[in-house]
């Protein structure tokens, strides 16, 4: 049974970093690519940044491209999520996610495995 877990999630300032992780058990970790996505109160569910298996390659949304920072350690099972200058709307519910192949890494609807969630707010 695979399972993702998400810690890290806060209240924070504008202009703050977090860090929020993903912890996997139940699958071979370096065998899935992993994305985060997050979703916002009446908002559909959004991709934030993804990584593939090695950890060679990683893709971000626009909206996060220079502040936010996706790593992972498969030697750990865990994957971050790095969140710099934190804006009011980064406020979300963020979830990590897994899919073995590595195609449409940004569309949430080609995911296998997901995580219950860590709220993430910013205030301003």
């Known amino acids: 049974q695979v399972q993702l877990v998400e810690s890290g999630g806060g209240l924070v300032q504008a202009g703050d970093s977090l860090r929020i992780s993903c912890a996997a058990s139940?699958?071979?970790?370096?065998?899935?690519?992993m994305g985060w996505f997050r979703q916002a109160p009446g908002k559909e569910r959004e991709f934030v940044a993804a990584?593939?298996?090695?950890?060679?390659?990683?893709y971000y949304a626009d909206s996060v491209k220079g502040r936010f920072t996706i790593s992972r350690d498969n030697a750990k099972n865990t994957m971050d999520l790095q969140m710099n200058s934190l804006k009011p709307e980064d406020t979300a519910e963020y979830y990590c996610?897994?899919?073995?192949?590595?195609?449409?890494?940004?569309?949430?609807?080609?995911?296998?495995?997901w995580g219950q969630g860590t709220q993430v707010t910013v205030s301003s």
């Open positions: 996610a897994a899919k073995t192949d590595i195609f449409s890494l940004g569309d949430p609807l080609n995911y296998d495995y």
């Open positions: 990584v593939r298996r090695s950890g060679g390659s990683t």
């Open positions: 139940g699958r071979t970790f370096s065998d899935d690519n």
